[in-house]
């Protein structure tokens, strides 16, 4: 691993992971010491019962039906961009320990080619909803509450993306090569093997963990903490 290399997948993927873990733990801790109203702010109608007010919570903040209220078309594709997100994020986790029950069920040659067709649509989901969300933001209502953060986010997001979709369909690296790679960070010793290493996608790899570093290190100051603090604010609606 040459130096440029060895700082951006290396050393900087440890600072974005300090930046994300200490930004992410003052923000959370912030909330919590936030004084409580002397009022309950739940809204109409709420659960009687404290099963129910958690089940709406759930409901809330994983469904968002006000948002399908309002705009079909936005709910839609936030449904899609979350269910994408997530199963990306679980698909990444094959980076670090494969999944050896799937893998023995459908033999590896079965398991690459499920990753690539899943992994490879579900890109393609996430960049064009990424995209819708992007050109909206240059139309009214939506281009009259938009700030720089709403433009520059969507961007890196997609670049992020981007980057990852090259990997997946251009990629000439087995999965394999790709988990040395992670399990070398973890072990604090980065480095890529020789496939890695020689490989036409090596710069893309750098590339994509560059934006993804800087995406992790953006989280904790972004709107993008919704994603935690959606759940508090629906469990006081529901209170």
Known sequence: MDLFSFTIAGLMVYAALAVFFIGMTYRI?????TPKASIRLGMFPKPKTRSGRWLKMLKDTILFPQALDVDPTMWFMAIAFHVAGLLIFFGHLRLIKEFTPIV???GSKGMDTLAF?????????????????LF???????????????YLLLILILLVITMGNHLRFFGDVHVADYRAYVQSVLLFRPSFDAALAHSSIRWSLVAHVFL????????????????????LANLVRSD
């Open 104 to 106: 023995s069920a459908l």
């Open 117 to 133: 067709v899943t992994g490879g649509t579900f890109g393609i989901v996430i960049t064009v909803v990424v995209i819708y969300y």
């Open 212 to 231: 993804a570093n800087i995406l992790l290190m953006y989280f904790p100051f972004s709107k993008l903490t919704h994603t935690v603090g959606a759940f």
């Open 136 to 150: 909206r933001r240059f139309a009214s209502p939506y281009k009259d509450i938009s700030v720089p953060e709403d």
């Open 29 to 33: 801790c912030h909330w919590f010491s």
